[in-house]
């Protein structure tokens, strides 16, 4: 008889974006005529740029020819996206990180889940409390995080770091030694960003010990303040400890497209191993790359054209941001986040729980959250907004939350 990997079994409920979207389903079924504004998963609105529809195009021409035809294609990804990845986002922001670094994927979600698989059952896990649910579930499925306690909201093997608005939601070294550290800057869900001399605290703690950093850096685009590190590799010992994880997703508005990428320094070992060719090692086994067409569509985000395009989509949705954050403030809520970011933290009214607080702005308000209680026991009492909707639908919500508060 076949026997499951019994870890799925210890998972509580479903994924959280499952969860929302069931319940919002079953509100539209019981109020089909309700109009529905969603900040709830992040998930973009805006259309791909036009520079990158071009190059789809193209690609999509060359496919149908002899000469232009592409079949299976290297599984870290085309030399002219990696090359590309390497030159705009690092080297020419003054960052040491080679085209044969970066691993393009379908997705950054793919790859923090993935990452688990180079790593031994054994290590010690370190995550930010909240947290984005697909580091704690990935580890829980591979067998590293232990047990589930439903009454604390926690596995019993993982380290959490509390991130509350105390530590202004930035996590402390733990006094426990851990082996993996999961770190996402800006923040998913709270938006705060890390500083130079924060993340430097991150690295000599990784090297001191032999800890792998795993940095997320999905929503660096939307960085605006000077002097905030994009990249962990902007951190002088970064090279020796830590993974990147990057994504055209929030970017470009490649969530439906799925193109990202993983960094991991030639340098970075482990138990006399390099983590870049485990990882290589992993992806030729298991993925067979990314489509050509997306590739080309990916690689047309850094020409001319295509950066100020990008740009102007950025702004767009930060002016949502703008306007959540402004509008919640003066509905007299606290708020954190929102700048350098694309999501908005909000404390509920009245110490309410977070999910209680959803549903209330779901039925009263039409306007579809996500309760904070949802990435973590410290998330408990808080809501995220996203700014990821239209401009005008972004303030129609602001307007009618402040209604109902
Ligand atoms: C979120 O809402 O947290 C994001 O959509 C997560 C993701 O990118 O997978």
């Known amino acids: 008889m076949a026997h499951i990997n019994t870890n799925f079994v210890k998972l509580p409920g479903s994924y959280l974006f499952s969860e929302i979207a069931r319940r919002v389903e079953a509100y539209t079924q019981e109020n089909p005529d309700k109009k529905l504004i969603k900040l709830g998963i992040g998930d973009v609105t805006r259309p791909l740029a036009p520079a990158v529809i071009q190059a789809m195009h193209k690609a999509v021409e060359e496919m149908g020819t002899v000469q232009g035809f592409h079949g299976y294609g290297p599984e870290q990804g085309y030399e002219f996206l990696r090359e590309a990845i390497a030159r705009h986002d690092y080297q020419d922001r003054g960052v040491d990180i080679a085209a044969g670094e970066i691993f393009v994927s379908d997705g950054a979600k793919s790859d923090c889940g993935n990452i688990v698989d180079i790593f031994s059952v054994d290590n010690v896990v370190a995550v930010c409390d909240p947290v984005y649910p697909v580091y704690v579930d990935t580890n829980a499925m591979s067998g590293r995080a232990g047990e ?40 998913n869900p709270t938006g705060a960003v890390a500083t130079r001399e924060q993340l430097k605290a991150w ?120 306007v959540i954050r402004e509008g919640l403030v003066a509905a007299g809520l606290t708020v954190s986040g929102g700048v350098d970011s694309p999501y908005i933290w909000a404390k509920t009214p009245d110490q309410m729980p977070s999910w209680d607080f959803f549903d209330r702005l779901l039925r009263q308000a039409n306007v579809v959250t996500t309760p904070g209680a949802g990435f973590g026991p410290s998330g408990e009492g808080y809501i995220r907004l996203t700014a990821f909707g239209g401009a005008e639908a972004t303030r129609e919500a602001v307007a009618r939350i402040r209604t109902i508060l």
């Open 148 to 187: 589930y306690d439903v009454r604390a909201g926690k596995w019993t093997e993982l380290v959490y770091m509390p991130c509350t608005s105390e530590n202004q939601f930035t996590p402390e070294i733990p006094s426990k030694k851990v082996d993996l550290i999961y770190l996402c800057f800006p923040n």
């Open 203 to 322: 690295v000599d703690y990784a090297n001191r010990v032999g800890a792998v950093i795993l940095f997320d850096s999905a929503y660096e685009a939307f960085i605006t303040t000077p002097g905030i590190p994009h990249s962990i590799f902007e951190i002088e010992g970064a090279r020796s400890c830590a993974v990147e994880f990057r994504s055209f997703s929030k970017t470009a508005g490649f969530t439906g497209a799925r193109c990202a990428y993983t960094v991991i320094p030639k340098e970075l070992e482990r138990d006399g191993v390099s983590l870049n060719s485990l990882w290589n090692r992993r992806q030729c086994t298991k993925f067979n790359g990314v489509p050509y067409v997306t590739q080309r569509g990916a690689e047309a985000v850094y020409s001319p054209e295509g950066k100020r395009q990008v740009e102007e989509t950025l702004a767009f949705y930060r002016e949502n941001a703008r």
